[in-house]
């Protein structure tokens, strides 16, 4: 169902966003449940704005608003009353000041920021086939159902019922395959996505494929149209129940371990990259006279 933005922060349910902290420690999911999420860095805000700019362009100018250039003002002069571009002066922090009390509710785009989206929109839409995508899709669609008898929510970019795929665009600094592969792993998109595949398939009664709208966010602003191997989404939605299990866990007894899930003792993982160049060492996996030992 499509609903807005501040309709779904109230529904009281668990979402990718929050659980996929479980990935790291059962510790800090308590503490991101607890703060109701996280201050975002200026590459979220960037990502928002382009989102909104994109998907729910009538929501942007109530949603964001762009910084002025105060520091560019003629009013702006140092103590000695020299004419200044510095950003760190007297006047620039009152204007910053009286403008942020002017907008509370409002994210803020830097002048750059707000151009460097503008950009990466211009070159989505200059690529026929992700316009074609984007078009056909419903946008901004909120997902409902549970997982271990737990209510969950989820909020998906672009679904496309009658074809049975989710798309999510992910803003990045680079979308080259082995540089955003990397990126996709170290923040488990793929726990996100498997999480949206099977809200969806709940709410729709039907199979859904997941995939993936990577653009750049600076430099030759490029982008590309990647799915999701099922292979890939089956593995993380094996981990969405592992991390929901141990949430269940954690719930019953009142405990919430951190990265050892309470363990007397933590091993060591050393990467392969990090020890001696030999081949006669395999420093991942040694074999003794009886068994194999995984370090």
Known sequence: MSETREHYNT????NPSTLVHGCHSMKRLKRMIDAGGFEPTDPMRLGTGIH???????????KFVVVPDFHLEEGNKTATGKQSDSRATGYVKQRLSEFASQNKDRVFLTRNQYDAALTAIESLRERQHLVEIIDRCQKEITLRGKILGHDCKGRVDLLDVDRGEIVDLKTTACCERYNFGRQFANLHIAFKMAMYRELAQQQFGRRFQCSLITQETGGDFDNAYVPIPDIVLDNAWNKVRDVMERYQGCLQTGVWNGVDGGALVYDLHVPNWA?????????????TENEEVAF
């Not at 529904?11 to 668990?14: F, K, V, W, Y």
């Not at 994109?54 to 100018?61: A, I, K, R, S, Y």
């Not at 020890?275 to 074999?287: A, T, Y």
Request: net charge negative; hydrophobic share 45%; proline share 4%.
């Open 275 to 287: 020890m001696e160049d030999s081949s006669d060492l395999d420093w991942g996996n040694f074999e």
């Open 52 to 62: 909104a700019l994109l998907l729910e362009p009538e929501e942007f100018e109530a």
């Open 11 to 14: 529904i009281r349910a668990m």
